[in-house]
């Protein structure tokens, strides 16, 4: 069994000219607007359940964030298709946030 799910995402244009160059990651663990479906299967898990992305790392030459999220203090995360959907923007906000102090 998988210990954690990692992909990656493109960055819009607008997210790379809010960041300098020198930022390629953030070492700081997000809970950002991040929630799992409902599932009939997992009951005790609540819909909007905060979940866990480790550090991100930015690639400025792909233009692409790499997110990774480990799966043993996530319960009920099976797949990126279990997350909201528009949980990437949330990602991209943590990490301008953080890089500017806000959180």
Known sequence: MAKEIKFTRRVTSSFLQAIPPSIAHFDAYVY????????????????????????????????????????NINVGIASVDDLEPHFFEAVQAAFLALMHGCL
């Open 32 to 71: 950002a607007i991040v929630k799992r479906r409902p599932k009939l299967d997992l009951p005790h898990l609540k819909w909007g359940a905060d979940v866990r992305l480790d550090p991100c790392e930015l690639d400025w030459e792909s233009k692409t964030i790499t997110i990774t999220i480990p799966l």
